[in-house]
C-alpha cells in the first residue's frame, strides 16, 4: 500500500500565482498554509473497461498535485488498478485510511468508470473516518461512447450517493454532474473542497480564549458554553484580573516587552502615541501571548468597553488586530460566538478575517451598508492604517487612556460575512454566510470602516432582525461562503442560512 505525497508540478501561470500568495502572506506575516492531505478512492466496476479506472487514478493524481493537495490512496500494486471493486480491496483501503486517519482531512471518491458502490461505501464506514466526502464522475466522449471507453459514471454517481445516503455517510457534490479532472470547474471544486475540509475538521474541535467577563451592557454577545462544548468546541475562560495582575509583575526594562514593543512598531505606525501607553500594549500583548500558549488556544475573545481603558489604560485593539492578522482571530467584547465566525471564515479562506458591526445605511443604496468598528481589524484589510486613539470611549475615559486603535479605510475587495450563535432553546448553533464587496465608495469617519454592497441586502437585514441575530459580523476578504456553508451544515449539522 502506498502514500502519495505530490509536489505540484504546474505551469509558469499556477507558480506565479503561489508566488504572489505567498508574497502576500509573507507581507502580513502570516504563517504558511500546510498542504493539505486527502484519501482518494477510485471506483471500478468489472464490466467497464479497467484501463479507464487506471487513466482516472493518474488524472486525479494529476489534479491534486497541481493544486498543492497530498494523496493517500492504494497502489497499482496493492489492487487491480489501484482501485476499491471487491471487498477485499474495500478492507485494505479502509486498513489504509485507518493508518493515515490523523493526516486525512478529507476524501475524494472519483469514478472513471461505473463504479462499485458497495465498494465504496464499505470502504468509508470500516476507515472510520468522519471527514467530508466529493463525489466525483468523470465525463464521457460522444465520440467514445463505445464498448472500450464507456464510463457510464453519469448513471455510477447516482447508485454511489444513494448508497452512502442509505449508509448515513454524508457526502458533497461536484458543480457539474460530470467532469474532467483537468476542467477548471472541477479544480474550483477541489479547492472549495479542501476549504470545506479545513473548516468541518478544525472549527469543530476548536478551543476559544476567553479573556475577561463580557460587559454587562453587551448581553447580545451571550453565548451558551454547553451548546458550544456539544458541538466539539471548547472554551477556556481567563479573568481579567489575572491578566492584569502577570502585567503588573513585567518591568519596563523586560527584553521580551522590549521585542513585542519592536513587533508592533513594525506592525503599524506608533507615530504620535505616547510611550507609556506603547509599552503598557506590549505588556499586554506578551501576556495573552504566553496564556494563550499555556492553555492551548490560538482564537480569542477579548473584554475591552471599557475595563481595560478605566483600569489599565489603553484598548486592547493593537495585540488583537495582530493576532488576526495571523490567521489568530480575535474578537472584542468577549464576543466568543464572534470568533467562532472569524475562525470558520478564516479556516475556508486561510486569510485574516475581522468581527464587524453592521453599523449605518450607506446613502439611498438599498444594497450598500457600512461596515465598522472602533477597531482591531487586520492590517491586510486596509488601504493605509495607522494607530490612534478610540473615540468613542475617550469622551467618557479621556483621551490619554484609549491609545492602541488601528484605524483607516477597508479597501475595496471581495468579501464574505458570517455570524454564528448559540441557540440555547433548541440546543444547537444557527447561523448565516453570504458574500459580497467592499467597495471603493468614499467614507469619511473614525475607526477602521469600509462600505459593502450585498445583493439583496434588504432581505439579508431583515433576516438578522426577524431571527434575532447580533450586530457584530464576521468578514473576510475573499469568496468562501459556499465552502463554510457545506462544512457547518453537512459536516457540523449546524442550522445556517446561505444568502444568495
Not at 29 to 39: A, D, F, H, N
Not at 140 to 166: E, H, Y
Not at 446 to 452: I, R, W
Request: a negative charge; glycine letters at 8%; hydrophobic letters at 40%.
Amino acid at each position: 500500500m502506498r502514500i502519495h505525497k505530490l509536489e505540484s508540478n504546474a505551469g509558469g501561470k499556477l507558480a506565479a500565482q503561489r508566488t504572489a500568495a505567498l508574497s502576500a502572506a509573507t507581507e502580513r506575516r502570516q504563517p504558511p498554509v500546510k498542504r493539505e492531505t486527502l484519501g482518494i478512492i477510485v471506483g471500478n466496476r468489472g464490466f467497464f473497461p479497467g484501463h479507464l479506472a487506471r487513466t482516472g487514478r493518474d488524472e486525479m493524481l494529476r489534479a491534486f498535485a497541481e493544486e498543492g493537495i497530498d494523496a493517500v490512496l492504494l497502489g497499482p500494486d496493492d489492487s487491480a488498478y489501484g482501485a476499491v471493486e471487491s471487498r477485499d480491496e474495500a478492507k485494505a483501503c479502509a486498513a489504509l485510511f485507518r493508518a493515515n486517519a490523523d493526516r486525512i482531512s478529507g476524501v475524494v471518491v472519483t469514478l472513471p468508470n461505473f463504479g462499485d458502490e458497495r465498494a465504496i461505501a464499505e470502504t468509508l464506514r470500516m476507515s472510520g473516518l468522519k471527514v467530508p466526502v466529493l463525489i466525483h464522475a468523470a465525463a464521457d466522449d460522444p465520440a467514445k461512447m463505445g464498448i472500450d471507453f464507456r464510463r457510464d459514471a453519469f448513471c455510477g454517481k447516482m447508485s454511489a450517493c444513494n448508497v452512502l445516503t442509505q449508509y448515513g455517510i454524508p457526502y458533497s457534490l461536484t458543480s457539474r454532474h460530470t467532469q474532467r479532472p483537468e476542467a477548471d470547474d472541477f479544480r474550483a471544486d477541489l479547492r472549495k473542497f479542501v476549504a470545506t475540509c479545513r473548516v468541518a475538521r478544525d472549527l469543530g474541535r476548536a478551543r476559544i480564549g476567553a479573556i475577561g467577563a463580557r460587559p454587562a451592557a453587551f448581553k447580545t454577545v451571550r453565548y451558551s458554553e454547553k451548546v458550544l462544548e456539544a458541538t466539539g468546541i471548547a472554551v477556556e475562560p481567563i479573568d481579567l484580573s489575572e491578566i492584569l495582575g502577570r502585567i503588573e509583575r513585567l518591568a519596563n526594562d523586560d527584553p521580551h516587552v522590549k521585542s513585542k514593543l519592536a513587533e508592533m512598531s513594525d506592525y503599524v505606525s506608533t507615530s504620535g502615541v505616547p510611550d507609556a501607553a506603547l509599552i503598557k500594549m506590549a505588556k499586554l500583548g506578551l501576556v495573552i501571548d504566553r496564556w494563550m500558549k499555556e492553555a492551548d488556544v490560538t482564537v480569542s475573545a477579548v473584554q475591552c468597553w471599557t475595563s481595560l481603558e478605566e483600569f489599565f489604560g489603553v484598548v486592547p485593539c493593537t495585540i488583537m488586530s495582530m493576532m488576526s492578522d495571523m490567521n489568530m482571530p480575535s474578537a472584542c467584547e468577549v464576543d466568543v460566538c464572534g470568533t467562532i465566525s472569524m475562525y470558520a471564515l478564516t479556516l475556508a479562506s486561510t486569510t485574516p478575517s475581522a468581527l464587524l458591526d453592521w453599523n449605518n445605511n450607506y446613502g439611498e443604496d438599498p444594497n450598500k451598508a457600512v461596515c465598522f468598528h472602533c477597531s482591531n481589524l487586520p492590517k491586510a484589510f486596509f488601504e493605509d492604517v495607522t494607530m490612534d486613539y478610540q473615540a468613542i470611549i475617550a469622551g467618557t475615559v479621556g483621551r490619554e487612556n484609549t491609545y492602541g486603535t488601528i484605524v483607516g479605510k477597508v479597501r475595496s475587495s471581495p468579501m464574505t460575512f458570517a455570524r454564528f450563535s448559540t441557540d440555547e432553546r433548541n440546543g444547537k448553533v444557527r447561523g448565516y454566510v453570504g458574500e459580497g464587496h467592499f467597495t471603493d465608495d468614499p467614507l469619511t469617519t473614525f475607526g477602521g470602516a469600509g462600505v459593502v454592497e450585498i445583493p439583496k441586502l434588504q432581505d439579508m437585514l431583515r433576516y438578522i432582525c426577524a431571527n434575532g441575530f447580533e450586530h457584530h459580523v464576521a468578514g473576510t476578504i475573499a469568496t468562501v461562503a459556499d465552502a463554510v456553508h457545506e462544512a457547518t451544515t453537512r459536516y457540523l449539522g449546524w442550522d445556517v442560512y446561505r444568502h444568495a
